[in-house]
């Protein structure tokens, strides 16, 4: 059974930081490519990062390029996920994915169920 589940998420306020975690099991993780979602209530999923699968690779989504930095270790099986310069509009559930693909922003087969993250403002 693959298994992706997020740790990290909580309440902060605007200008903070919060840094997420995912764990990986039941895939080949160091071959696989790692990306981060998010879906705020009443809205659409949308992607935030990924990253490739040795690590050199990553792409963001404008809206949080330069704030967040994605990141993973293979030996761990984790992928990371360090949110800076938080704001309101970044409050949503966010979830981690796996995928065999590179570059893609949408093409991902595993998933895990999220973890909330709320900016106050």
């Known amino acids: 059974q693959v298994q992706l589940v997020e740790s990290g998420g909580g309440l902060v306020q605007t200008g903070g930081s919060l840094r997420l975690s995912c764990a990986a099991s039941?895939?080949?993780?160091?071959?696989?490519?790692m990306g981060w979602f998010r879906q705020a209530p009443g809205k659409e999923r949308e992607f935030v990062a990924a990253i490739n699968s040795g690590g050199g690779g990553t792409i963001y989504a404008d809206s949080v390029k330069g704030r967040f930095t994605i990141s993973r270790d293979n030996d761990k099986n984790t992928v990371n996920l360090q949110m800076n310069s938080l704001q309101p509009d970044d409050t949503a559930v966010y979830s981690c994915?796996?995928?065999?693909?590179?570059?893609?922003?949408?093409?991902?087969?595993?998933w895990g169920q999220g973890t909330q993250v709320t900016v106050s403002s």
């Open positions: 039941g895939l080949p993780f160091s071959m696989y490519t």
């Open positions: 994915a796996a995928g065999p693909y590179w570059p893609t922003r949408s093409r991902y087969i595993y």
